[in-house]
């Protein structure tokens, strides 16, 4: 077996994981947020009605475990 590769159980195990994750988070009902993974200065624009983020590669909405 290749390093890359992932046994069927293994897969299996980590697929129902994520589900039940998945299923607990948004069933705590949290309101979604603007997430981004590297927020600085250079992505966002001050206007007249706030910051405005202009780096979409790498936001999202999701609640704030993320």
Request: net charge positive; with cysteine.
């Amino acid at each position: 077996m290749r390093e890359s590769e992932v046994r069927r159980a293994d897969r299996e195990l980590l697929g129902g994981t994520l589900r039940s994750l998945r299923r607990l988070i948004g069933g705590r009902g949290g309101v979604e947020q603007l997430l981004h993974g590297e927020p600085h200065p250079g992505n966002v624009l001050t206007t007249k009605n706030g910051l405005l983020f202009i780096d979409l590669e790498t936001c999202c909405r999701g609640p704030v475990e993320f």
